[in-house]
Structures are given as structure tokens and as C-alpha cells.
């Protein structure tokens, strides 16, 4: 759960999620690299003389900054397709649970068991009780086992939704006419809101 000002991610709850914290601090590490090179060089020039013009005529210098970039980009989009490809791959779910987005209230549906259906639509503000946390509490919630593998089949009725939960590191959208699918796993036992 996010609380007031915070900074960074929430809690990962899922190997999906741990393995976008760690991308996030490898990319957020090198980009900070980067900058503080520019920022150093960028002083550097400002505070001393230029003795050695030519030096930054030299095929070698050239070589650098034209190859260094190029590695820097392949240390991050490696990662970052392992990552993707890991998001989309389905392994043998043990549990299917079908997410139709209505307007105002969303239809979840476990496809598995026969006849087990049900509308989670979210609680008035006046309706709230104390600790309850206003937009994200609902009058049903979605119940899935922990350390299972869960398909998602997500889909809309009538406009464009996002089904999310920043925990588990899932955000697919809900659109009418199409059939999207993620996969979950949650490590931990928990409340989680999307």
C-alpha cells in the first residue's frame, strides 16, 4: 500500500515486480552516472581554460563517445527485454479468473468453478467506515491464492479501463471487443489495492 508522500515503488509483492525494482535501480544508476559526467565536464569547461583544442579533434575521442553510448544502451534494453518477455510468458495457471471493466464497477468471474460471479463496485465516501481508504475500498473483493499461478483475462463492456495493481507490477488495459491476458503470482499474504 502507497502512503502519503512517498517517494519510491510500493512493496513488491510478486518475482514480477522484484524483478522491475531491480531494473528500475539499475536504469535510475546509470542514468544518474551519465548525468553527473555531463555535470562535472559541463563545470569543468566553465571553470578552466581550453589549453588542449585539438585534443577534441582526435579520431580516438570520436571512437569513445560514439561507441560508449551504444554499450550503455545495450546494458539497458537487455534487462529490459528479459523483464517483458518474463511478463508475458504463461506457465500452466492453476486458477483463471476473467476481469470485465463496466463503467462505473468491474465484473470478475472465476471461470474455473461454475457459477462463481460477482461485481466489485467501490464504496460511497459517506459509506466509509474509520481506516477504510476513500476510491479504493470496495464492497467485494477479489480473492486469489498466494504462491499459484493466476491468469487474468481482462476486458471491457462499454469504454477503455486499466486494471492495475502497482504491487504485483500488473497494469493491462481493458479494452471492448479484445481479450487481454497477464499472469500474477503474489509472494505474500495481503491486502492489495488497484
Same mark, same amino acid.
Given at each position: 500500500?502507497?502512503?502519503?508522500?512517498?517517494?519510491?515503488?510500493?512493496?513488491?509483492?510478486?518475482p514480477?515486480?522484484?524483478?522491475?525494482?531491480?531494473f528500475?535501480?539499475?536504469?535510475?544508476?546509470i542514468?544518474?552516472?551519465?548525468?553527473s559526467?555531463?555535470?562535472?565536464?559541463?563545470?569543468l569547461?566553465?571553470?578552466?581554460?581550453?589549453? &588542449?583544442?585539438?585534443?577534441?579533434?582526435?579520431?580516438?575521442? %570520436?571512437?569513445? =563517445? +560514439?561507441?560508449?553510448?551504444?554499450?550503455?544502451?545495450?546494458?539497458?534494453?537487455?534487462?529490459?527485454?528479459?523483464?517483458?518477455?518474463?511478463?508475458?510468458?504463461?506457465?500452466?495457471?492453476s486458477?483463471?479468473?476473467?476481469?470485465?471493466? &463496466?463503467?462505473?464497477? =468491474?465484473? /470478475?468471474?472465476?471461470?474455473? /468453478?461454475?457459477?462463481? +460471479?460477482?461485481?466489485?463496485?467501490?464504496?460511497?465516501?459517506s459509506?466509509?467506515?474509520?481506516?477504510?481508504?476513500?476510491?479504493? %475500498?470496495?464492497?467485494?473483493?477479489?480473492?486469489?491464492?498466494?504462491?499459484?499461478?493466476?491468469?487474468?483475462?481482462?476486458?471491457?463492456?462499454?469504454?477503455?479501463?486499466?486494471?492495475?495493481?502497482?504491487?504485483?507490477?500488473?497494469?493491462?488495459?481493458?479494452?471492448?471487443?479484445?481479450?487481454?491476458?497477464?499472469?500474477?503470482?503474489?509472494?505474500?499474504?495481503?491486502?492489495?489495492?488497484?
Open positions: 500500500m502507497a502512503y502519503p508522500m512517498q517517494l519510491g515503488f510500493q512493496d513488491a509483492t510478486s514480477i515486480m522484484e524483478e522491475l525494482l531491480h528500475h535501480d539499475h536504469t535510475l544508476m542514468v544518474f552516472l551519465i548525468s559526467l555531463v555535470l562535472y565536464i559541463i563545470a569547461m566553465l571553470t578552466t581554460k581550453l589549453t &588542449h583544442v585539438s585534443t577534441m579533434d582526435a579520431q580516438e575521442v %570520436e571512437t569513445i =563517445w +560514439t561507441i560508449m553510448p551504444a554499450i550503455i544502451l545495450i546494458t539497458i534494453a537487455l534487462p529490459s527485454l528479459r523483464i517483458l518477455y518474463m511478463m508475458d510468458e504463461i506457465n500452466n495457471p486458477l483463471t479468473v476473467k476481469t470485465m471493466g &463496466h463503467q462505473w464497477y =468491474w465484473s /470478475y468471474e472465476y471461470t474455473d /468453478y461454475e457459477d462463481l +460471479t460477482f461485481d466489485s463496485y467501490m464504496i460511497p465516501t459509506e466509509l467506515k474509520p481506516g477504510e481508504l476513500r476510491l479504493l %475500498e470496495v464492497d467485494n473483493r477479489v480473492v486469489l491464492p498466494m504462491e499459484m499461478t493466476i491468469r487474468m483475462l481482462i476486458s471491457s463492456e462499454d469504454v477503455l479501463h486499466s486494471w492495475a495493481v502497482p504491487s504485483l507490477g500488473l497494469k493491462t488495459d481493458a479494452i471492448p471487443g479484445r481479450l487481454n491476458q497477464t499472469t500474477l503470482m503474489s509472494t505474500r499474504p495481503g491486502l492489495f489495492y488497484g
